[in-house]
């Protein structure tokens, strides 16, 4: 079985995606750039992140098509750029950004406790670390 097989197996059946679309959106970044050398579990879980919405999901697409065609062969310059939205973020994407950057360094991360953020984007991180965990078991 292949890795994008079998991650979305994992991923469905813990219940991890919160709807069609976001596993079509993901199951797509996986499809399509699940082969080139930058890929890596870190940046699986970036997919996974990403394609919650579709905002979310036209951003890293565009990051990854910029890296396809570069022959990108590692996702430094991709952590880099992290570095420079995560210093750009006022509001709750704050947090977003930085789990991103800890997926891309194999990290581990931790919600602030006193992180003043919407209900909405705390469920979306506890649940991406969620699917870290089941990624990471793969």
């Known amino acids: 079985m292949s890795f994008t097989t079998e991650c979305i197996t994992a991923l469905d059946e813990e219940g991890l995606f919160e709807s069609s679309g976001h596993k079509t959106r993901f199951k797509e970044l996986l499809d399509c750039y699940g082969d080139y050398p930058f890929f890596s579990k870190g940046l699986c879980k970036c997919m996974y992140l990403s394609a919650w919405d579709e905002e979310h999901f036209c951003v890293i697409l565009e990051i990854l098509s910029v890296m396809a065609l570069g022959r990108d062969k590692t996702t430094e310059e991709m952590r880099d750029n992290g570095d420079s939205l995560v210093s750009e973020q006022t509001t709750d994407e704050y947090y977003v950004y930085l789990l991103s950057n800890a997926f891309l360094d194999d990290a581990p991360y931790r919600l602030p406790d006193n992180a003043d953020i919407r209900p909405s984007t705390r469920?979306?991180?506890?649940?991406?670390?969620?699917?870290?965990?089941?990624?990471?078991?793969?």
């Open 123 to 138: 469920h979306i991180i506890f649940q991406a670390l969620r699917a870290a965990e089941v990624i990471d078991s793969i």
